[in-house]
């Protein structure tokens, strides 16, 4: 069965099941489509060749698109598809299954909430990213482009309620302690996972064509210079700006479409800046940020403080 058809078999599966549990209440209701969910996504990771975890609006798309171009150029497919799991695996064996996973669902369905036994033994590309960009990232998402009800099953702010930046960011259910969270749950467990990459979002900025080489040589499907610069190139904010706005990607859905072509931040690729957090804050909302971050994420990967002062650690 080719993978496009797998993926819309199971999401109706699932829409089906909830409509039939319409009588129940609405919390139980979330809990059950979190399972479902988590059982979906407990059976990609079984089957991956490699997952790459992040949370969300950590520069996940950004490799995505790297990573299919890549693959495109080396094993002369065409342009049009991201590289969802298995579907370029579908067109040549020689192209790994890859598992994107923001881990939102997976716990839900294992019950495995304080470890990532889950992992244990797959092959993890772990992404992460200053937290305080990360949370500005997602204000914007979920103020332009995150649909009710995935707010309302991830414990966002109601799609009605009018949330500053800065509040935004501030709380913890959505904001940056739950960020930190993540990170320092990941933080703990890194020396158990047998087959980790940690990838920093600032050293792909930085250095892109050696840091997804080394993702490339991670996932054992190494390529030449001459592919990986096509690569970096092909997914250049720039370039990847012009093919949100053409839909170039329009058979993966709304993950690189803009809700409103006239708003800039209600595109999936914003900014990509570096700490660009900064310009969303006055001094003493900095200053309270930063406190944040230096009071409770952990050092595990490198972040001196909520500023882009990186340890020249290896990843």
Not at 78 to 88: E, T
Not at 210 to 223: D, H, K
């Amino acid at each position: 069965m080719r993978p496009a058809l797998q993926s819309i078999i199971k999401k109706v599966t699932r829409c089906l099941v909830l409509w039939t549990l319409f009588f129940l209440p609405k919390q139980k209701k979330i809990e059950i489509e979190r399972w479902l969910r988590g059982r979906e996504q407990y059976q990609k990771l079984r089957k991956a060749d490699c997952v790459i975890v992040s949370f969300g609006k950590s520069g996940r798309t950004w490799v995505r698109v790297m990573l299919s171009r890549f693959y495109q150029v080396k094993h002369g497919l065409s342009a049009r598809h991201l590289i969802g799991f298995d579907n370029l695996h579908y067109k040549n064996r020689a192209i790994p299954k890859i598992f994107f996973t923001h881990d939102n669902y997976l716990k839900d369905y294992t019950g495995h909430d304080d470890s990532k036994v889950d992992y244990y033994d797959r092959k993890v590309v772990l992404l992460v990213r200053n937290p305080a960009d990360v949370a500005v990232s997602q204000f914007h998402q979920w103020k332009h482009r995150m649909k009710p009800h995935k707010k309302e099953l991830n414990k966002y702010p109601d799609h009605s309620e009018d949330v500053s930046i800065f509040d935004f960011v501030i709380q913890p259910d959505a904001g940056l302690p739950k960020v930190i969270d993540f990170m320092n749950g990941w933080a703990d467990e890194l020396g158990r996972i047998t087959s980790l990459l940690i990838v920093r979002y600032e050293d792909l900025r930085t250095q892109p064509e050696a840091t997804l080489s080394r993702i490339l040589e991670f996932m054992e499907t190494p390529g030449t210079a001459e592919q990986v610069h096509e690569a970096v190139e092909f997914s250049s904010v720039e370039n990847m700006r012009k093919m949100e706005e053409k839909k170039t990607f329009w058979l993966s859905g709304g993950r690189m479409v803009p809700k409103d072509r006239n708003n800039p931040e209600s595109y999936k690729v914003r900014r990509a800046k570096v700490g660009g957090y900064r310009d969303y804050f006055n001094a003493e909302e900095i200053a309270k940020v930063d406190e944040v971050i230096r009071q409770r994420l952990s050092q595990a990967f490198g972040y001196m403080d909520s500023g882009q002062k990186i340890r020249a650690t290896g990843a």
